[in-house]
Nanobody, 119 residues
Framework: QVQLVESGGGLVQPGGSLRLSCAASGRTSYTVAMAWFREAPGKERELVSSIRWSNGNTYYTNSVEGRFTISRNIVKNTIDLQMNSLRPEDTAVYYC????????????WGQGTQVTVSS
């Protein structure tokens, strides 16, 4: 079993920054990729950013490109999401997710952390 625990959400003013962290524990040897998703009220959950565990290749959705940076620590089994120049439309519950070897999609999820961007 793999467990994910997120931290770092909160309230920030537009233009501000937040850093989210996600720690994976348990049987993490077969991690293929990890990612951050978000779900805003009334909207579907969307993939924000992902990182391949083997080579560190990253993906960003268009709306966060240039503002968010995902990183990984393969020793600590953690990922971070540095979020800069935050906008009100970034407000959502952010979820950490993990894809395991043999899986076609992300099938391990954290509990979510709220990010609110408001003045």
């Amino acid at each position: 079993q793999v467990q994910l625990v997120e931290s770092g959400g909160g309230l920030v003013q537009p233009g501000g920054s937040l850093r989210l962290s996600c720690a994976a524990s348990g049987r993490t040897s077969y991690t293929v990729a990890m990612a951050w998703f978000r779900e805003a009220p009334g909207k579907e959950r969307e993939l924000v950013s992902s990182i391949r565990w083997s080579n560190g290749n990253t993906y960003y959705t268009n709306s966060v490109e240039g503002r968010f940076t995902i990183s990984r620590n393969i020793v600590k089994n953690t990922i971070d999401l540095q979020m800069n120049s935050l906008r009100p439309e970034d407000t959502a519950v952010y979820y950490c997710a993990l894809q395991r070897l043999g899986g076609e999609t992300y099938d391990v999820w954290g509990q979510g952390t709220q990010v609110t961007v408001s003045s």
